[in-house]
């Protein structure tokens, strides 16, 4: 099968001939339909965080079941599915708790390959990682059945795709780990595939005032249709003293879906006494965040949101009765389209920052 492949840090991907082993027990064969490229996947080709080489990236799929493993239960060939990296295993404390999100997977039951065992992916005698157990820059992948969830089989597959990672993370981390309530302030730092979802996320938990901060002014255009009521330009100086100003003394929520220094420490400094901010976006390795510490006295909060908390099998197919109602947008969010020979050019145009997402297409 055709496949993308990371050889090198700092490379662009390489189209290779890569070979896939059939799904044991509790995996499944997925022919991949469509794969969302996601900020998380640059990150990895840039070394910002560090994955065994070579690798076959992406993460944010929909496709459809070819083949099952004799224990799987939940699927069968044919069915739609959208994969998540959230694989829970349902036994841990986490995943009992009603946190699948932070399940202890393979450090506890052991949901991955072992080691001496024959890898999924390779290419003759030598082995290709598998990444957050999907690899979805490939024509197929065997991933464990709970990486996947079943859904509806009529919705075009480029925007089921993003379902397993920029919407379920934006819109779980306003519903799921924030729990806003209806009335708030809130502020959304970065308009890109999470931010927007943050703020539809917002709309639709009924917050009052929905302020959307960026860099690019094409972004900020983008927040107002997914429900911002006010932008801010980034570029512009005292961001935090303007939102403090506009807003009488602060947000009540902040999310930073960028994830870097700057931003995290502005979610902090735009909340009210008592506001809470949550960090979405994925901060570098090694990077350390510096809080004003007079905060605490004040009962500010800063909180880490991991994927949105999501429990996808319940959330996805919720989150698509949202837009077959047409309450949560989808379609706008897939800026373009390519085939996988493409993939370089889409990382390309998501350095730009004038997308919201490139969405890479199998025949
Ligand atoms: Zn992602
Ligand atoms: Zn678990």
Redo the contacts with the bound molecule.
């Keep these: 099968m055709k496949a993308a492949v990371l050889r090198d840090i700092n490379r662009p991907l390489i189209i290779e001939d890569i070979s896939i082993d059939s799904p044991s027990s509790n995996e499944v064969l997925v022919e991949t339909k469509a794969s969302g490229v996601c900020r998380t996947d640059l990150h990895y080709i840039e070394g910002n965080y560090i994955h065994q080489l070579p690798v076959i990236l992406g993460h944010e799929v929909a496709g459809v079941v070819k083949k099952v493993g004799d224990n799987v239960r939940y699927l069968k060939e044919g069915d739609t599915v959208v994969g998540c990296l959230s694989i ?9 708790e009603g946190n ?1 999100a932070l ?3 393979d450090s ?2 052991g949901l991955s390959r072992k080691s001496d065992d024959k890898p999924k992916l390779y290419k003759e005698d030598e082995p290709i990682n598998q990444f957050l157990r999907l690899s979805s820059f490939a024509e197929f992948m065997v991933v464990h059945e709970n990486s996947l969830v079943k859904v509806d089989s009529d919705i075009e597959h480029e925007k089921l795709a993003l379902l397993g990672c920029g919407i379920t993370t934006g819109l779980g981390a306003v519903f799921r780990t924030a729990r806003i309530k209806a009335g708030s302030t809130v502020a959304v730092i970065g308009c890109g595939g999470v931010g927007l979802n943050v703020i539809q996320g917002a709309k639709l938990s009924g917050a009052l005032r929905i302020i959307a901060i960026d860099t690019v002014e094409s972004k900020l255009q983008m927040a107002i249709k997914h429900g911002a009521t006010e932008v801010i330009d980034a570029n512009s100086r005292n961001v935090a003293a303007k939102i403090i100003e506009i807003t009488k003394g602060g947000v009540d929520y902040s999310f930073d879906a960028i994830g870097a220094k700057i931003t995290a420490e502005q979610a902090f400094d735009i909340i009210r006494p008592g506001g809470t901010a949550t960090i979405v976006g994925l901060i570098p390795e090694g990077v350390k965040i510096e809080l004003d510490g007079v905060g605490f006295i004040d009962e500010k909060k800063i909180q880490g949101s991991c994927m949105g908390s999501n429990q996808f099998r319940v959330d996805i197919p919720r989150y698509i009765d949202l837009y077959k109602q047409g309450r949560l947008q989808i379609d706008s969010l897939v800026s373009q389209t390519l085939k996988l020979e493409s993939i370089n050019k889409a990382f390309e145009d998501m350095k730009t920052g004038q997308l919201a997402r490139s969405v890479i297409v199998f025949d």
Excluded at 88 to 96: K, M, N, P, S
């Design positions: 829970f295993c349902g036994r841990c404390e986490r995943c009992l699948p399940c202890l997977r506890i039951w």
